[in-house]
C-alpha cells in the first residue's frame, strides 16, 4: 500500500484510535483493584501516554490531522493538562526533513541549493508544523532572517485527508450537522496556506494594514528569495507564550497584552475584514514592553463585506433577541450567504448572542469601563458549548469555520494570560 494514500493515512488513524482506546480501557481494569491515590496517578499516566501517541502520529501525519491537533493543544481547561503538555509540542515540532531532503525541496523550488543562495544556512530547522518547516539564515547583506520550506507532498496529503474525512462523515453530512460547504470551505483554506505566494501576498496586506496599531510586528518578506514553496523573511523576536508566562508577567502586563490581543482580532475583523486564523500560540511571540509579533500568514480568511455589516449591526445589540428585529438581521445574514435560517438554529444563535455575547460584551454603554475576567476557564467551556449547539442546530455557515476558530484561540490564549480586557469599549471602536 502506498505510503500516504488515502487509506494508508485513514489506517494510521484508525489504529491511533484504537490504540488510545485501548490504553484507556486497560486504565479501566485495573483502576478497580487500586488505591485513590494509585488511581489518580495512573489516570495521569494514560492521558500523557495516550497524548503522547496522539501526537507522535498526528505530527508524523502532517497536514490537516495535524492541524487538528495543533487546535486539541488549545483546549485549556477542556482536556486534562497532561494531554496538553504532550499535544502542545504539535504547535512547533513535527519531525523535521532529512538535511538532503531539505536541499533537493530548496533547489526544486528556487533552482539553487541554499548554500549557494545565502550566506549561512542551518540545515536544522528550528521551528517544523503542519505544511513546512523553518530554518535560519543570514542574508548575503548579513541580515539574519528565516526560511520556510514546504514538505514535499503535502498538497496531496491533504487531498487523501479530505477524501477520509468525507467518506467519515457521510452520516454528519446527510444530516446538515456537516455541510458540504463547510467541508470544502476547511479545503480549500487550508490548501490555500500552501501557497507560499498568496501567504507573501497576506504578509503585505498585512503589514499595511496594522500599520496604524503601532503595537504589532510582522515579517518583511524578501519576494526575490521566494517562490510558491520557499518564502525567505525577516526575522521576528519575542517569547511564546509559555516562555513569557515563565517570566512571571505582572497582572497589569497581562492586561495590557490581553487588551491588545482583543484590539488586534476586532481591528483585523472590522477594518481589514479578514483574521489571521491559525491561532495556536506558536505563532505568537510576547514582549515585556506589550509589543506583540505574530507570523505564519498562511491562513488568513477573508471575509465578504456584507458579512462584516451584518456583525457590526448584531455585535452590541442592546435590546431582546426575540424581536423581529433582530430575527431580521439573523435572516439577513443567512440570506446573505444563500441559505435560509432554521427555527432550531436561530433559536440556538438568539440563546448564543444572549447568554454568552451578552455577558462578555455587555452592550450597555455605562459598562464599558468594566473589564471582563477571562481567568476563570467557564467562559472558554461556554463559548465551546453554545458554537457546538449551532452546529448540531444545522446553523453552521463557512464563514463561521475559521471566524470560530480564530475567536476560540482569543479566548483560549486571554484564558492563559489571566487577562482583564474591556471586551465592548474596545469592539464599540469599530461599531
Known sequence: MKSGS?????????????????????????????????????????????????????SALRGPA??????????????PDEMLAELSRLQMQAPPMHPSLVRAQFKASMGRYPEDVYREFDPVPFAAASLGQV???????????????????????IENDFKWFRAV????????????????????????????????????????????????DLPRVHSKLSTDKVLTMSMVSGQHLDEFLKTRPSQK????????????????????????????????????????????FGCVKYFPAEFIENMRKIFLYNGRRDTAQFQ???????????????PAARRALM????????????????LDARPFDFGSPAVVKHYMTQSSKVGTAKGTLPEYIFLARAESG??????????RVHTSAIVRRFL
Open 6 to 58: 488515502p487509506t494508508h493515512r485513514a489506517l494510521r488513524l484508525a489504529a491511533m484510535s484504537a490504540g488510545v482506546t485501548g490504553s484507556y480501557l486497560g486504565y479501566l481494569a485495573q483502576s478497580a483493584f487500586l488505591t485513590k491515590d494509585k488511581k489518580a496517578s495512573k489516570l495521569r499516566s494514560t492521558h500523557a501516554s495516550a497524548a503522547r501517541r496522539v501526537s507522535d502520529e498526528l
Open 66 to 79: 495535524m492541524k487538528l491537533g495543533q487546535a486539541l493543544s488549545l483546549q485549556t481547561d477542556v482536556l
Open 135 to 157: 530554518h535560519r539564515c543570514v542574508l548575503t547583506s548579513g541580515e539574519n532572517a528565516a526560511v520556510k520550506i514546504q514538505y514535499p507532498g503535502i498538497r496531496e496529503a
Open 169 to 216: 462523515s457521510k452520516p454528519a453530512q446527510l444530516s446538515a450537522h456537516m455541510p458540504e460547504s463547510a467541508i470544502a470551505e476547511l479545503q480549500s483554506q487550508i490548501a490555500l496556506e500552501c501557497d507560499y505566494v498568496r501567504e507573501a501576498k497576506n504578509l503585505a496586506y498585512y503589514r499595511k494594514g496594522v500599520a496604524p496599531l503601532g503595537f504589532v
Open 253 to 296: 502586563q497581562r492586561d495590557l497584552i490581553g487588551e491588545r490581543l482583543f484590539e488586534l482580532f476586532y481591528f483585523q475583523f472590522f477594518e481589514m475584514h479578514s483574521l489571521h486564523a491559525d491561532p495556536h500560540w506558536g505563532n505568537y511571540l510576547f514582549r515585556t514592553d506589550g509589543s506583540i509579533g505574530l507570523i505564519d
Open 328 to 342: 431580521r438581521l439573523l435572516d439577513e445574514r443567512y440570506a446573505g450567504r444563500g441559505a435560509r435560517l432554521n
Open 351 to 366: 440563546f448564543m448572542s444572549e447568554n454568552f455575547y451578552g455577558r462578555v460584551y455587555p452592550p450597555d454603554p455605562k
Open 410 to 419: 482569543l479566548y483560549q490564549t486571554l484564558h492563559r494570560l489571566r487577562a
